[in-house]
């Protein structure tokens, strides 16, 4: 069964920097393009960005809001995605989820909070 | 950017009734490779999202096929073909043709 797990979601303030996890099993991770998609509360879903798989470069794709403060990266050999989120606003609070592109799967979140 | 503009944004419907929500893109979904990219995904009340259909009108596994997807180039439809009580929620259109993905705003099902 695939599984999708994030973590690291916390209250930071703004202007400092989070990393977060996606974790996947029952698939092998390394074949796979990994999104990151987050939604602030009460509000809609918003695309973050991607990292293609390594057969695919393993290069990245962000959305404008958070290109050059955000960066995904990934291990593929522990099977983990990571969004490392710098110079943090009160406009990225939101749960971040991961999804796999193909097949469409989606963790269940994590809660980022940005405030002082 | 691609902007998705779903339609209505709220849709009260009466259990077992027919629903449909359009979404447009301000530019063709039609890809490179010839496939059109474009996936709703549905999100009930409390829950992670859930994708339900790709590249127009194909249903993920499990989906019920009172599920439908149709569409091409820049306009596209979910249909429901009778609604149940498990189907309230929002539903997004997505685009996984340009560069950056883009969401349409949400439709709210609810029923009446």
């Known amino acids: 069964e695939v599984q999708l797990v994030e973590s690291g979601g916390d209250l930071v303030q703004p202007g400092r920097s989070l990393r977060l996890s996606c974790t996947g099993s029952g698939f092998t991770f390394g074949d796979y393009s990994m999104s990151w998609v987050r939604q602030a509360p009460g509000k809609g879903l918003e695309w973050v960005g991607l990292i293609r798989s390594r057969a695919y470069g393993g290069t990245t794709e962000y959305a404008a809001s958070v290109k050059g403060r955000f960066t995904i990266s990934r291990d593929d050999s522990r099977s983990i995605a990571y969004l490392q989120m710098n110079s943090l606003k009160t406009e990225d609070t939101a749960v971040y989820s991961c999804?796999?592109?193909?097949?469409?799967?989606w963790g269940q979140g994590t809660l980022v909070t940005v405030s002082s | 950017d691609v902007v998705m503009t779903q339609s209505p944004l709220s849709l009260p419907v009466t259990l077992g009734q027919p629903a449909s929500i359009s979404c447009r893109s301000s530019q063709s979904l039609v890809h490179s490779d010839g496939n059109t990219y474009l996936n709703w995904v549905q999100q009930r009340p409390g829950q992670s999202p859930r994708r339900l259909i790709y590249?127009?009108?194909n249903r993920d596994s499990g989906v019920p096929d009172r599920f439908s997807g149709t569409g091409s180039g820049t306009d596209f439809t979910l249909k429901i073909s009778r609604v149940e009580a498990e189907d309230v929620g929002v539903y997004y259109c997505l685009q996984g043709t340009h560069w950056p993905r883009t969401f349409g705003q949400g439709t709210k099902v609810e029923i009446k």
């Open positions: 999804m796999r592109e193909s097949g469409g799967y």
């Open positions: 590249k127009v009108s």
